[in-house]
């Protein structure tokens, strides 16, 4: 099974609205990571946090970072239309697992314009 | 500069047949990584190489799947024998070094017949 678990499935909001995408994980981590995808494209890596941290900012994004809950959440606030997207967490092991890195099955954005 | 490559973006072929997929890495990146994405799903781990270890082989689903990577360059996924069930993009990345983001190609869309 995956690593990474996002939350909900599916958002869809208007723009202007923010959005919230959740995402639990099961085993220690090093740092964890959010990415995003368009349609028919590979992924973006857009933040990294580190087990160390507990939020981070990155213009519109905010991500948080529960390492006691094995949950983070990313934030977008003042969504717009071109956000819309899959959204990815991603967890690189620690040394049992040697670095590989697994994801959830992602969070579909749609902001409606 | 260059982003990582992959080839061919589109494959189609017939049940039964051998397939062969290319990903060119970004240039240093000593970490190379291939998943499978299918429709509307999340990723799938395949395959993991770093440096000049032995490749993570946990994620291949069946003897009909192997990798190679030469170096730190180009890498191979090689699929015997497809079934429909292997229809999918098959995504590759590499990274700069174990845990770092993750640089990703736009995928090969395998389409089995």
């Known amino acids: 099974s995956q690593q990474g678990e996002e939350d909900p499935q599916a958002l869809s909001i208007q723009e202007g609205e923010n959005a919230t995408m959740n995402c639990s994980y099961k085993?220690?981590?090093?740092?964890l990571q959010w990415y995003r995808q368009n349609s028919g494209r590979g992924l973006v890596h857009l933040i990294l946090i580190r087990s160390n941290e507990r939020e981070k900012h990155s213009g519109r994004l905010r991500v948080t970072l529960d390492t006691s809950k094995k949950s983070s959440s990313l934030l977008i606030t003042a969504s717009r239309a071109a956000d819309t997207a899959s959204y990815f967490c991603?967890?690189?092991?620690?040394?049992?697992?040697?670095?590989?890195?697994?994801f959830g099955d992602g969070t579909t954005l749609t902001v409606k314009p | 500069g260059a982003g990582v490559s992959q080839s061919p973006s589109n494959k189609v072929t017939e049940k039964g047949k051998d397939v062969e997929l290319r990903c060119d890495p970004i240039?240093?990146?000593?970490?190379l990584y291939w998943y499978r994405q299918r429709l509307g799903q999340g990723l799938e781990f395949l395959i993991y190489f770093q440096g000049n270890s032995a490749p993570d082989k946990s994620g291949l689903p069946s003897d009909r799947f192997s990798a190679e990577r030469t170096g730190e360059s180009v890498s191979t996924l090689t699929i015997q024998r497809t079934q429909q069930e292997d229809s999918a993009v098959y995504l590759c990345?590499?990274?700069?070094?174990?845990?770092?983001?993750?640089?990703f190609g736009n995928g090969t869309r395998l389409t089995v017949t």
């Open positions: 085993t220690s981590i090093n740092n």
């Open positions: 990345a590499s990274s700069l070094e174990r845990g770092s983001p993750l640089h």
């Open positions: 991603a967890t690189p092991g620690g040394n049992t697992n040697a670095g590989k890195s697994t």
């Open positions: 240039s240093g990146h000593t970490a």
